[in-house]
């Protein structure tokens, strides 16, 4: 069975760090491309990082970057996604996926989590 599950989200100040851990089992491998999508309250879902099978290539959206970084622990099973400097904007659900390729489509991702909360107050 596919599992992804998310963790590490919660309840923060603006201008306080958070880190999200992503485990993966079942037929997702560390052969699968990664990625986080967050979705506001009331807006689309949207593309927040990615990272290739090796580590070795990373991107993060524009509005993300420098305060968002993307990595993962093979030996682990997981992707992380490390969140600096956080505003109220945010506020979202984070869920994380597993794809073909390292792109910023949601529809190309086949495997989702089931999200985890981040809020963020002024």
């Known amino acids: 069975q596919v599992q992804l599950v998310e963790s590490g989200g919660g309840l923060v100040q603006a201008g306080d760090s958070l880190r999200l851990s992503c485990a993966a089992s079942?037929?997702?491998?560390?052969?699968?491309?990664m990625g986080w999508f967050r979705q506001p309250p009331g807006k689309e879902r949207e593309f927040v990082a990615t990272?290739?099978?090796?580590?070795?290539?990373?991107y993060v959206a524009d509005s993300m970057e420098g305060r968002f970084t993307i990595s993962r622990d093979i030996a682990k099973n997981t992707v992380y996604l490390q969140m600096n400097s956080l505003k109220p904007d945010d506020t979202a659900t984070y869920y994380c996926?597993?794809?073909?390729?390292?792109?910023?489509?949601?529809?190309?991702?086949?495997?989702w989590g089931q999200g985890t909360q981040v809020t963020v107050s002024p």
């Open positions: 996926a597993a794809g073909p390729s390292p792109v910023t489509s949601h529809r190309a991702y086949y495997y």
């Open positions: 079942g037929r997702i491998s560390n052969g699968d491309v």
């Open positions: 990272i290739s099978r090796s580590g070795s290539y990373t």
